[in-house]
Every structure is written in structure tokens, then in C-alpha cells.
């Protein structure tokens, strides 16, 4: 399965990256919306949160063979 990788990864520091919080949104409108929420939050604190919005319903990987889970292209 491919790593995540960001070019504008603020924390390399494990203990830092452990305070991150990934919020997954169902489509572009739903992001902005977690965006404005966020700007309340100062500089600092909004880097520790990252907005992902997908575009289907998220694939329930309780009883999925691996192979079909490397295959989605909504999250590599």
C-alpha cells in the first residue's frame, strides 16, 4: 500500500505527529465547512488538522480481502 506523503509537512517529530488529527469529509463541501470551523483555532493548533474530503462512501474494510483494500483508489 502506497505511504501518505506530503510535500507541506510541517512536523517530522513522531510525538508531534501523534496529535494530528485526520477529519475525513464526504465531498468539497463539507471540507470548507470544517475549514471555517478550524480558523477559530490558532496557527499552530490548525496545523495539527488535516481535512480529506473523499468523493464515495468510504469502503468498510471490516470483512474485505487485502487485496481488494490496495486496489481502491480512494485512499492509496
Known sequence: MA???ND???YNDFVVIKLCTLIPTEGDSAKTLFMMGLSILSAESRDLYG?????RKLMDVKDVKEEKITKNKQIQ
Open 8 to 10: 507541506n509537512l510541517k
Open 3 to 5: 505511504k501518505f506523503h
Open 51 to 55: 481535512v480529506f474530503p473523499h468523493q
